[in-house]
C-alpha cells in the first residue's frame, strides 16, 4: 500500500483545511486508514482513523467537535476535515493504513504498517 497525503498549509487561527490522503493497492482484512501527527519537540500523535467496514471511527480528545473524518471506499481515499484550527493544531500530519486494525488498536502508531511522506499544517494565532 502506497498514501499520497495531500492538503495541508497555512491557514489563521479559527479557519479550516481538508487533507486528503489516497492509497495504491490492496484493501482486505480490518482495513482502516488515518491521521498522525507531530509536532516540533512533541511525540507523534493519534488525530483520527477510520476502518472500511463498518466506517467505526476513532477521535482524539483534541479533534472531538471539530474535526471529521470520511472514506470513500471505492476510491480508497481518506478526508480529514479540519475546523476551528488552533495554534497547538501546527504539526506534520502524516496518512497511515493499515489490513489488520481492530477496534482498541485504531490510536496505537504502532498498528499501522504503512505511512505516507507526511504534509504540514501551520495555524498562525
Known amino acids: 500500500v502506497q498514501l499520497q497525503a495531500s492538503g495541508g498549509g497555512l491557514v489563521q487561527a479559527g479557519g479550516s483545511l481538508t487533507l486528503h490522503c489516497a492509497a495504491s493497492g490492496r484493501t482486505y482484512g480490518s482495513y482502516a486508514m488515518g491521521w498522525f501527527r507531530q509536532a516540533p519537540g512533541k511525540e507523534r500523535e493519534i488525530v483520527a482513523a477510520i476502518r472500511w467496514n463498518g466506517g467505526s471511527t476513532y477521535l482524539a480528545d483534541s479533534a472531538k467537535g471539530r474535526f471529521t473524518i470520511s472514506r470513500d471506499s471505492a476510491k480508497k481515499t481518506v478526508d480529514l476535515q479540519m475546523n476551528n484550527l488552533r495554534p497547538e493544531d501546527t504539526a506534520v500530519y502524516y496518512c497511515?493504513?493499515?489490513?489488520?486494525?481492530?477496534?482498541?488498536?485504531?490510536?496505537?502508531?504502532?498498528?499501522?504498517?504503512?505511512w505516507g511522506q507526511g504534509t504540514l499544517v501551520t495555524v498562525s494565532s
Open positions: 497511515v493504513a493499515d489490513n489488520s486494525i481492530i477496534l482498541s488498536s485504531m490510536g496505537n502508531a504502532a498498528a499501522y504498517k504503512y
